[in-house]
Structure formats: structure tokens, C-alpha cells
């Protein structure tokens, strides 16, 4: 965690004192590097259960478990955000963010060539932020996380290259929700922490049992610090910013975001609700089945009526953040290893889906309305054919990762006596296999439209970062065995 | 020390910036409110750091500081940038988005 | 963590440090007694000063100086006050009115309460009750203070921005960034003080500096107050709120009669406060300067004797004020922020570690040679790096210049959010100029530069 | 350790598919050939894996079992009994004739026939899988992943509405596998109850699952099970799927791959379920009768062939799971051999039906009419494969459904008469079809329509001879099968044996008719 | 609280006085009217009318806030920290040094991009 915050800092400095022909190549480097070195650190540090730094950081089974995932799906993303083919020469990014759009600054930056860089410090930090989230051990270590992997994050949403109005309003939802909802959380926070009188988890669990009468200020406080982790999640009904932001920002930006947040957040939340909250489960688990039906239905529910790819996939993604919720009710072990497993294998899915997206461009940039996606399959079924197994493996189809991710959270859920949860479940993804396949079908059995978009051909980047993607969703699908049996061996909280 | 009132004036606060999220057009006092409701969250965490006689509190609000400081910092680069794309800082403008 | 933290600064102390001996215990008159003396104080100071300086620089500009009204003149910005008094109240109608009207108030008021926190002298009876010579102190004065002080920034802002035209808005923004510039610098150069005095409140500092001065131990820290403490007040050289050239009169250009007197007051009550302030945290406070304080057994520093001292102390930094203002052209407003951000500020926090490890050294027991051992050769590995960055700096600098001026644009007059005329050897956006290619120089600096500022935000 | 012959038995098709797609494009020839040869020796080692399926032996024969995911105790465990052994067959000597009856068909199709061929091969390995699979996650697994292919296949080739019907083909079945998926993992989580995680079916057949339990979890698994076999009412997507692939496309789908869901009934659902399968069973009757009597109605008014030939397997269907759902050791035996006839027959009828489709390019019957004048071959086939969908002695089909019915009488007289009335029905819709399309005058477009060339009677021909010689000869199967069925249906005898006799005895009895 | 109760009495003494003599003057100055005097003054060229809400504020001011604030934040943390300094000990000034490092990260950086140049 240290490296990637330490290279985040470094990768600043780079930005200020290297050159800027040699700013993106040191940059990448540094990054990656960065973040191989931390997927290191945190395999030699597996099996660890420590609690550092005074307290407030809690290194555990769930904890690397996440943060690992997050540094391979991390790791993947810096390939997509170093591709400069697709877009002649540039990447994804406004070489300038705050340049005005059109104008005559970017048109000259533009012809330069000049690579916004600025994004590697930005991600390496956010990286940090969250590995933080899933480990902190108490309120403010949390909230800490929180914010220092939210507002890299907010700014990297505004940065697109194309359609830059879009993005900078992506940017602004974001922002005001994220910040109205890390709002919630610390006033929240401060309810929880007037209640038990500490901030750490183990002394507020402890706390829970011994102090009566003030029930009410408890539940209010962790009511409003759900709120807060439910926006991350992006759980029904705090969703409303997923479409918008995954929409209007830049692709690959929605890739490490649509991946690696719902990991952070989720690890954290299993962390505040098991670890402090777990004395109260009964109060808290009838909120959360609510939220979890919810979000699965509203989330399948309106994606069927989604033309545009990114919108539909932003709300595909609401609607897995449901199917984790289904286990999350089960506060075991099993639920533990099923949601840990599950998040790793949406991660995949996720960030290749959207990589493919980044690949299917027009003149105006990325082609996302689904009709230009009409007869993909016949003019490079190649791409067509991995978009379509990340759309099954979303679907959870048998055979890729979605499914056995399915399987465990189901099960988890089931055994953790959330029957109705599974069954609303498996009705939803019914529905949701619909619109998925009607996407496969788009692009399998429909004629190519006229002027439909040319699909780029991506440099070794971003082919590699897809291909993994790919061979992720399979093997996970065909033998996922050592990554589950990792995930049980990781699923213990230490208090 | 009854932290009671504190808690109150805290949950005013706290009201009045999300109804100012919620209700304010405006990009920038919307953003403000979000700050007023960190303020009303530093309140309370210092009203209930009297009350357990425990400096912990205190310290979250220090905390909650330089995130509001740094949310500043994020948002008002945001808010800047949109403004002088669009001219305007109202959030209905911003509406590219729909669904 | 903070659990734990908390533990470690030790939960009982938390209720100690709430109050400050000697305070909080007056009975209502006195200290509405004091209110009224400190008020007081301020105005005849005011009215004192601003002849005080009319003479002084009329003096070193071999001229007269007010001399017609009172005594040898004295009397003249009384006169002044009441002309202004007199004159007709005008709110242009652009104005935002309310805040229009405010904007004086709320610039003048927090000038009023710095002078609360700060000691005037020590214990003295006033009709049998034993009370401080200072209104009321508490843990955390001198943040209170600076507190205080930055609040006054609101009228400068507001006022400029209530005028509704365009000179004003200017000022008030320029008045405002050049004011929480130097606040930076200001507060950066106390923290020293406290790492010696171990306290926020005022007499504490005071008291804590019986022995030595902080000037003299302190001195780096001194030289950086007293350069802030001049822009912080926006006086000459600094005074480009005011720059009658560039702004006519900055925030005030629309203000009249007893408002504008208002910014003014505000102006010279903030002057003295800063000096107060110079005064407490580094000239010992109200207490007697050496050759007096050895006398009688330290008579001098009892009862109301200290109130000359400080006032003397006072006096003196004052006359420092008008002395630069007498001898020193106007800083350019880059020039005055470089030498903010980037020489004060720098400066300050370097200076912090090294005080900071200095006193750490000695509190764990190292002795001096080793410091002066270890800090030489730090300085001389500082050196020798700096030399060096320095000289790569240039390089690379050299080197991206080249690179970007290909890309240098054409100048933009709007680029600053406001149309300004191109700077000679800047090419205006007309299709003329815009096929010319403007010659590659270190004029183009600053516009390339400035063409990146924004992506840090 | 033996030669692992079952994994050897899906592992060919698999890699049938893989070579298959790999060879290059435009070379359609080639895939066909390598498609053909791979069913051909997929069927040689189905043979071999039959041969060695012993009468009387253990339940399960050939079994094998490696830990596939260890942490959910899910293993690769496949072994045969006597139901999966006839299945196996009927997959493994169908897949050959519907790769040989694609041929030209292939070739009417605008795009490259490869990817037929291969996912042809993938879905053959898949649904001998679930065969064979004796894990219940396996079964799943290859349950729902049998759907991607044929999805594939009729979304691919086909009539004009052949998205709309991949479509609904894939929902339907989509939405019956997860609500499957929830009950696997309730039987799973009831072992886990148990104390011993497994999704082995040995395993969980050994456990007590409480009554309750089983009912929900019985509904659950037969919703999969019922879309997949077209039970009424969820048989919707089976006549738009029949109606817009490819008739050897849809042959093979009520052929061979729809058999899954019945499978997954008696091989499943039954015993790992039987107190409820017992408490659900009037209920599915009245279901599986009404199917019968539906099915046979709406043939009777279709229009189109291929619809017609499309419902007349629902009616089948529903013969099939009534004789399931006696749940008595004839009834159950004659379900299975059902299964087999039916293939075979509807497998035929669909091929046949391609063939006058592709020669007249219209599936309406009413552009029919006086075939057997200019191709008499044609058209007695098709009469021969008519008959045996109308069950006529001595046709396969006959056998069966007389054990079918019988079973159905002893148990429910009155669905035992409803699904009489069926077979009424039956004769009315296959004989009127014949009438309109081969007798009568011969409209002048059909004057010159081509008599069966001669891979369409190597596509015909072991089609027909299978059919009438098990017809005459069902003994062999009928010993197979019934070996399979009387250890299934004993979980069901456990909790109250039903009034039956030897199981044999009856199937003996049966025979002699 | 009785330590800022007299700072009380000096802001109403203060607010007093201020609010006294701007209300005495606009009652007892002079009132004449005339247009020119009443629009903004622009050297007396014709004024530019303002857009509501007030001109516009050049982004320059907004970096130069946004600087200040993570400054001012980095003087909240320096101040106890240097009130309790030598209670801290090793741990508080190494703790100190590596803040004060991270700030300077980003204002190095804003140096080096440019963000403080004025002109």
C-alpha cells in the first residue's frame, strides 16, 4: 500500500520535473512497477494477521485477498490507460484537462501529441485509497480511504478526450453525490462513534452489548454510514450517479472504476458490518435485504431499456453490486469467500467489457449506442465473440466466472437462510440474461449497418489487458478451484 | 457535559446542507452544502468527544478538515472547468446525462 | 489510532489546558472598562498614526507635513475624520446594496478584537481589583487571532465584489490573495514560537520569553513575520490593492465618505495590531527592554510601567511601517507572489524541520557540538545538491522550453478569464498574426506555462 | 486405473468442435467432412461404452470421478446407468444424421457453415455430459451451457424469424436453469446442513431432505426440467424454435437435445425428490395429459410443417413425462424408451420435412400435395416416420406407449382415457398431413419435385431401420432402460412403495403384446 | 467560556461604533443627486454592465485559494503539533517531516507546472 501511495507521490514529482516527451514512458513504468511491487508485497504478506498502525489498519485474510485483487485488476487497467493507438497517437485523455474544449490551446496540444500523464499519479493514489478502504480498522481510517480513493477518481472522470462536456458532467455528479454521500458517512461516523465512545471496530462491537437505551442514535448512525458505502457500492437507491458517471467517463477510467471501487467498497463494508456492526446483524440485515432486492430488480430492470452500451453495462453493474448483497445478509465464512471471489470475478469481466468498448470506435469517438454495435460478429468476430463471452460470464452462464461467482453468493445466501434474496435473484438474472443476450444477438445475427463503426486495432496494450480479461473469465469458469480455496482460507475477519 | 444541544444544532446543520444538495440548483452552493454537512459531522464529533472525555474525536475533525479541504480543492477544479465549458454552474444545465 | 493517540497526550490534560491562569475571573465593569480602554486606545492610536506617518514621510521627502490643524497639526486626521463624516454617502447603483454597506462594517469590527488578546502588561489594580492588563487570553489565542484577522479579509472581498464594477472586483480579488498569501507565511513563521513556548495563548508567550527575546533565538522566523506582517496589512511596497496606476483605489475605488474612512481605520487598526502581535511573540511582549529590565530588581516590569514599553515597542515597528513605505517603490504583483509562495513559504518550512529537529536534539540529549556537526554537514550536502538540481533544473527547463515553443499559441487576450492587451512581443489572435510565428524567447515563459497551470486542478 | 471411456466419449465430440472451428474459412467443405467423421466416431465409441454397459451390473458402470472444485466439493464425475446408456445412444446415432441431413441444407445458407458443424459437435459433447454427469453442479453446468450452442445454431441459420426464436428458445431456458440453479444450490446447501458438502448425486440421494424442503425445491428443478422438455404451459418457445431453424437444426433440438429435460426428470428430479415427486405427481399428470391433448390439437391446425412436426413433440413430450410421473417402474420404462422413439421419430419426420422444404422452399403445407406421384421414396418415409410418431405396432414408438398408457391406467384412469384421446388425435393429425401433402393431385409446381437422392437415404435409411427394429426387437433396450430405472425409481418406493408388480414382469408382460 | 465572554463586549463595542458612523453619515451628508456619480466608475468611459451575481473571477484566483487552503490545513496540524512538541518526542517530529514532505509534493509540483506564476 505504501509502495503504490509512495509511487503515487513520485509519479507527481515525475510530472513536474521530467520532460514531457519522457513523462508517459517513465510514468507507465513507474506505475506498473509500482504496482507489481505491491502484488508482491502483499502475497509475501498472505496469511498475515496483523492490526497496524496504531490500530487503524487491519492486514487480514479479506483484506490482502482484496487488496491483491485490486492491484491485478489495477495492473490491467494501467495497460488500457497506456493505449495510444486507438486514438492517433494520444490516449484516452484530454491532453489537458482544463483546456477548453475546441479551443485553440487544445487544438495545439492536440497536434503536439501531448499524453495527459497526470492520470498515472491520479490512479496510483486512488489504487492506495483503495487498499486502504477494505483494511481500515476504525471510522476514520475509513472515511480516510474513502475520500482518498474517491477524489482521484472524480477528477479522472472528467478527463476524456472525446466528448469532453459529457465527461466534465460525469465528473460533477459524481463529485457532488460522492461528496453529499461521504457526507453521510462521517455524520454518520460521528453517531456511531458518540454511541460506543471509540472509533475502532472491535471497541464499537464491544461497545454494542454493553450500552442500552441509546439504541436510536446507533441505528441512525449506521444508517447514514450504510447510505455512505451503499453510493460506492452503488446499491439501489443510491444509484442514480452510476449511469451518468460510467457513461461520461473515459472508458478505461470506468473500467478501473467499475472494477476496483466495488471491490474497495465492498471490503470495507464487510469490515464496518461484520467487524463493528456484526452485534447488531438483526437490525441491520432486514435494511440490507431491502437494498439488495432492490438494487438487483431496479438495476436489471432499467437496463433493459438502455440503447447505450456503457449506460447499460453502468447498470449491469448495480445489479451484480445486488447479487453481492444477497450473500453479504449471510454473515458467515462461506458468504465471506463467495463475496471475495465473486468481486474478483466481476472485476475481470468488468474491466475487459468495457476495454472491448473502447475498441468499437466511429468518427466521433467510441460508437456506444447499440445499434452501431449491429453485425459486429460478422465483420471481427474475433472481438465480438470476447465481448460476447464477458457478456454471458455477466449473465452467468456455466462455464465462466460469472456463473461460479453466482453459485457461491447464492449459496452463501441460501445457506445464510436469504432464500426469498436468492430466489428474487435467480428471477433476475433471468431478466438480466435477456438483455445480455440481446446484445450477443445485435451483434451476431443483425446486418451490418451501413456506416457502422470500424473496431481499432488496439496496440499490445490494451490486447493484452482484454486477453487476460478473457482467460481470467474462463479459467475462473472452468476451474476456479485455487482462487475459491483461496478466497476461504482468506475469509476471516481478525477483530 | 450533555452533548444534546450540540447534537441538535449538528443535525440542523447537517438537514439544512442535504436539503441544500438536494433542493440548490446551483453546482456551487449544492457544494457548499456538502461542506456544511462535514461541518455539522465535525460538531458532533467533537460534542461527543466532550462527552467521553476522549481527545479521539477532536481528532476526526481534524481529519474531516483537510478532506473538506481537499474536496474543495477537487470540486471547485470540477465546478471551474464545467463553468468554463458551459458558462454555467447551474446542475440542470447539466444535463447531457439522461437516461 | 487516535484512540491510542489520545492516550498518549494524556486524557487529563485535556480539561488542564481549557483555561489560562489569571483569566475569566473579572467582575463585569472591569472588564467592560478594559473593552472601552482598549477601544479607545485604537482610535487615538489611528488618529495618532496617520499624522504620525504623514509627518515622518513628509519629513524624508524634505517636505513640512500636516502642520495647520491643532498643534503643529496634530489635529488633522481628526479633521479628517469629520470632513469625511460630512461628505455625501454614495451606493452606486450597480451595487449590491446590503452587502454594499456591510462590506466596511465587516472589515472594521475584527479589527477591533485582535487588540483583546493581547497583553498589555502584567497584573496591575484598577480601584482594588488586582486584574491582567489585557482583556482575556485564552489556549489558543493566537489562532483566535489570526482567526480574527483573516475574517477582516471579508470586507476587502466583499467590498470590491458589491461595487458592481470591474476596478474594484480586481482590487478585492488582489487584496484577498495577497492577504491569505501572507497569512501562510505569517502563520508558518509563529509555529517556531510555540515549538519554544510550548503555548498558543498570549501571555504565555510572553511569559515564556522572560529570558531571551524570540527575535534574537528566533530570528529567520522574525525577518519572515516582518515581511508578512507588511503584505498581510497591504502596505507599501506591497499596497497593489491600492494601485492607483493599475486599479485607481483597488476595493475602495466606489466607496465614499464615512465608508471609505471605515477601510481606512480598518487599514491602520490592523497595523497596529500586527505590530502588537510582532510585539508579543517576539519583542518580549510588555516586557522592559534589557538595560531597563536589569534595573531595581526588574521594577520596571511591574504595574503599569510595562504599558509604555509595549506602546514603545509598539511605536517602533509602526515607524518601521512608514519608513518603508517612505523608501520603497511598489513590488509588480508576480513579483510580490513569488516572493510569497515561493521564497517565504519554502523558507518558513525548512526552517520549521530544522528548528524543529534542532530542539529535538537537544531534548534527547545531544550535545551541541554534534548539532553544529551534523548541521554543517547537512548544510554543505544542501548546498552542493541544490547547486546541482539548480543546474540540471536549468537544463531541463531549457529543454522543454525548446520543446514547447513550437507549440507557443498565439497570444489569447481572454486568456485570463479577462480581456488584457498582448504584452509587447505577444502576437494578438488576428489571422494575421497567427500565421506569424512569434520569435522563440523567454517572453513566451510565463504563456507556456500558464497554457499547462490548469491541469493540476 | 481403466480406460477412462466416458470422458472419452465427450471428449471427442469436444474436440471434434475445437478442430472443426479451426478449420479455415471458406473451407466448408472440410468442416463438414471433419464434423462428420468426428460424430461417426463419437458414435463408435458410444457403441463401445454401451457394449460394455453390463445388465444387473451396478448402478452407475464406467464411473469415474476427479475433484474438479474442491472448495465447493464439486467433482467431474460421470458414470452410466441404464437410462443414461439409451440416451447416449440416441444422442450419439443422431448427431451423425443431423451433421449429414446439414449438409445441403448448409449450403442454402448464406453464411460460412462452419460454425454450425462445430457448435453442433460442442452441444453433442455437452448433452452427452449431462448424461453421464453424476455431479449434480456438473449437470448444471452442462444443463445451461448446452444453451450457448444451440442458441448459436438457430440464431444463425435459419428462417426470417430466427432471432426472435433464439431468443425465446434462450430466455426460456435461461430462466428455467436459474431457477434450477437456486434449488442446486438449496440441495446443496441441505448437504452442507448434513455436515458433508458435496454435490455428488450418490451423495445427495443418501440425504434426508425434510418434506418441506423437498417440494420447494422439487418446483424449482422441475421448471427447468419442464421448459427444457416442453411441458404445456411453458412449451411456447419449442414450435417458433421448430418453425425457424434449420429442420435438421430443429430435429436435433426435439431429438436429442430437449431429452435433457426429461432426463433431468426421471434421472433427477424423481429420486433425489421423492416424497415430493409424489406429492407433485397428480399435478404434473394433469400437465403431461394436457400437454398430449394440446399438443395434438394445435398440430391438427397448423399450417406450416415444421410448426406442425413442432407440436406434435409437445404432445409427445407430454406422453413422455406422464409415464415419468406414474411414477411406477412400467410407466417410468416406457417414458425412457419413449425418449429414444420419440428421438428418433421426430428426428426423422424434421429431416424428412427438410427435404420436401428444400425442394418446394416453403414450409406451408398447402403448397403441398401429391409428392408420392413424382418422388414415391419421399413420401413413403415420411409415411414411415409419420406412423411411428402415431405410435402404430410394430413401430418403436409403439412399445412405449403402450407402456405409457398402461402404467397411466393402473394409476390415473382418467388421464390414463384423457391421453387415449391423444393417440386419437394423433392419427388424425399424421394421416391428414400425409393426405394434404402427398396424395391427391399433383399441382403443377410439384411435378417436378426430386425423389430422395442418395445422401438423403443414407440419411433416411438408418433412421427407419432403427425405428422398425426396435420396434421388433425392443428387448435389448428395454433391459437396458429398465435396468437404469428400477434403482431410480426405488428412492420413490422407499416412501411408499407403490402397488406395482415386477418391474419386469410388466415389461415382459408389455412386450408380448 | 468566561475567557471569551469579553471578547464579546468588544464586538459589540466595536460593531457599535461601526455601524453608528455609517448611518449617522448617510443621515447627515449631504444627498444631491446626479447620474454619473451613481454608475460604476470606469475612468469615465461608459461602464460595461456587470453580469448578475458580479464579474467574472479569473481561474487564477481559484488556484491560488485552493493552494491556500491545503496550507492552511498543514498550519492546523503544525500548530499543536509544535504546542506539544516536546511531548511528542522522535515519533511526533518524524511524523511532522513526512507530512510536511507529502504537502510539499504538490506544491512542488504546482511550482514546477506553472501554478504560481502571476502576471
Redesign the interface.
Known sequence: MIIVFGAGVVGVLVEAFVPRRFRHAVQVILALAALAAAFVQVVRLGGTEIIGAVGSVAIDGPALFLQGTVLVLAFISMFFFAERRIEAGGNAFAPAASSLPGSEEERVLVQQRALQTEIYPLSMLAVGGMMLFPAANDLLAMFVALEVLSLPLYILCGMARRRRLLSQEAAMKYFLLGAFASGFFIFGASFVYGFAGSLEFAEIDAALGARVGQEGLLLAGVGMMAVGLLFKIGAVPFHAWTPDVYQGAPTQVTAFMAACTKLAAFGAMMRLFYVGLGGIRTDWQPMLWAVAIATMVVGIVVALSQTDIKRMLAYSSIAHGGFILTAFVAVDELAIAAILFYLAAYGFVTLGAFAVVTLVRDAGGEATHLSKWAGLGRRSPLLAATFGLFLLALAGIPLTSGFVGKLTVFTAAFQGGAMPLVIVGVLVSAVAAFFYVRVIVLMFFSDPAPEGPTVAVPSVWTTAGIAVGAVATIVLGVLPGPLLDLAEQAALFIR | MNPTSYLVLATILFTLGSGGVLLRRNALVAFMSVELMLNAANLAFVAFARMHGALDGQIVAFFVMIIAAAEVVIGLAIIVMIFRTRRSASVDDASLLKL | ??????DQ?G?AE?QAVE??EG????PWWI??L???G??VLLLLMTLFVIVFERKVVARMQHRIGPNRVGPKGWLQSLADGVK?????????????RVVY?LA??IS??????V???IPLGPEVSIFGETTRLQ????PVAV?LILAIASSGVYGLMLAG???????P?LGG?RS??QV??Y??AM??S???V??F????STSGIVESQERIWYALILAPSFVVYMVSMVGETNRAPFDLPEAEGEL?AGFG??YS???Y??FFLAEYINMINVSALATTLFLGGWRAPWPLSAIGDGMFNEGWWPLLWFLAKVLVLLFVFIWLRGTLPRFR??QF??LG??VL??FS?AW??LV??L??AM??GVTRQQIFLVVGIALAVFMVISFISSWI?ER?RD??EE??D??E??F?PFA???PVPPLPGQQG?TPVAATVGPPAGSDHT?ES????????? | MTFPWLTTLIAVPALGAVLTALVPAGRGRLAKQSALAFALLTLGVAVAVIAQFEIGGDRYQLGEQYTWIDALGIHWALGIDGIGAALVGLAAVATPIVALAMWPEADAERRDPKPFFALLLASEALILTAFLAKDLLLFYVVFEAMLIPLYFMIGMYGGPQRRYAALKFLLYNIFGGLVMLAAVIGVYVQSIDAGAPSFLLMDLMALDISANAQRWLFLGFMLAFAIKAPLWPFHTWLPDAAAEATPSNAAFLSGVADKVGTFGMIALAVPLFPVAAQDFAPVIVVLAVVSIVYGALLAIGQTDIKRLIGYVSISHFGFIVLGIFVLTGRGATGATFYMVNHGLATIALFVIAGFMIARRQSRMIADYGGIQKPAPKLAGAFLIAGLSGLALPPLATFLSEFLVIAATFEQYRAAGVIATVGIVLAALYVLWLYQRTMTGPVPEENAGTRDLGRRETMVVAPLLALILAIGVFPRTVVDVIDDGVAPTLAEVDVESPPPVVSVTDLVVEGNDH | MDLYAPMIGLIILGAVFAVFSVVVSTVIGPKRYNRARLDSYECGIEPTPQPVGGGRIPIKYYLTAMTFIIFDIEIIFLYPWAVRFDHLGVFGFVAMVTFLFLITVPFVYEWRRGGLEWD
Not at chain 3, 89 to 96: G, L, R, T, W
Not at chain 3, 197 to 200: E, I, P, R, Y
Request: proline content about 5%; glycine content about 8%.
Open positions: 489510532m487516535t484512540t491510542r493517540l489520545a497526550l486524557r485535556i483555561q489560562v483569566f475569566g475571573a473579572d472588564i467592560a478594559k473593552c472601552l482598549i477601544f469625511l463624516m460630512l461628505k455625501e454617502d454614495i451606493v452606486p447603483k450597480a451595487a449590491d454597506i466596511p462594517i472594521a469590527v475584527p479589527a477591533f478584537l487588540f483583546g488578546l482583556l482575556t487570553d485564552t489562532l465584489w458589491s461595487s458592481g464594477s470591474p476596478y472586483l480579488l484577498s490573495a491569505i498569501s497569512e501562510l502563520s508558518l509563529f509555529v517556531a510555540f515549538l513556548a510550548g503555548t498558543m485607481v475605488t466606489e465618505s464615512i465608508k474612512a471605515m504583483y508576480d507572489m513569488k509562495w515561493k513559504i519554502p518550512l520549521i524541520v524543529g529537529g530542539r529535538l531534548n534527547e533544473g531541463v529543454d522543454e520543446s514547447e513550437a507549440a499559441k498565439p489569447d485570463g478569464g479577462h489572435s510565463d506555462d500558464s497554457s499547462e497551470e490548469g491541469t493540476r486542478a
